[in-house]
């Protein structure tokens, strides 16, 4: 029987060539070790492409994926992403935003005058569940970077709660940043997790 192959499509904007690595091409990314995964992720971070991973986006999963490892605080996502000067920002649920309000003990309109309009999409691990958005811009205006520190931390966004996890808008699968040490250390305990759920499983390069 072939074995299943995976594909996510961001891997196909990385430039093997460019960084050294077209020796690579065609292998499955799930048996690399060492040296090759450490290069690979590492021109990954550098291009800010984001893997796709063949897991269910539950909180379950999503727990299990951010216990491996922990947050340097460097605060990368805090901050606008040069590679990425188009990004509208964090994305934030009205809920969430009216618990910031409430934890900064300011009205309300008064943070929703620092955002922008969002869009409906599906709550987080609720599927079927449509709720708005509104989009704070970056830098984030509770970052505090010479502290390196959040203003809102017991109550920041979800979106910030999982980062570098993030949402595909697909129940079967999850997608991770690798543009800091969390995140890599993050993407080697998914595909150990994939490779316990499906040894079979190809994920193409």
């Known amino acids: 029987m072939d074995n299943k192959v995976y594909e996510p499509q961001e891997i196909e904007k990385l430039d093997l060539e460019k960084y050294g690595l077209s020796h690579l091409e065609g292998r499955n990314i799930l048996t690399l ?8 992720l590492i021109a990954l971070g550098n291009d800010d492409i984001s893997l796709t991973v063949p897991l269910p986006c539950t909180p379950e999963t999503v727990q299990e994926i ?5 947050c340097r605080r460097c605060g990368k996502c805090c901050i606008p992403n ?5 990004s509208p920002g964090v994305e934030v649920f009205r809920e969430e935003l009216n618990e910031i309000a409430a934890y900064l003990n300011v009205p309300y309109d008064t943070l929703k ?3 922008a309009m969002g869009k409906f999409v599906p709550h987080p691990f609720q599927m079927t569940r449509m709720a708005s958005t509104r989009w704070l811009p970056l ?3 509770f970052y505090i970077a010479e502290q390196n520190e959040c203003r ?5 966004p979800v979106v910030c709660r ?10 079967t699968s999850l997608a991770i940043k690798v543009n800091c040490d969390y995140g890599k250390e993050l993407i080697v305990a998914a595909y150990k997790l994939v490779r316990k759920q499906d040894p079979e499983l190809e994920m193409k390069l």
């Open 152 to 156: 809102i931390y017991p109550v920041r």
């Open 139 to 141: 830098p984030c205006p």
């Open 113 to 115: 005058e620092k955002t």
């Open 162 to 171: 999982i980062h570098p996890v993030i949402f595909t808008g697909d129940s």
């Open 66 to 70: 951010l216990s491996h490892s922990e």
């Open 82 to 86: 040069p590679l990425n000067p188009d």
């Open 33 to 40: 070790t060492g040296p090759d995964m450490d290069r690979l």
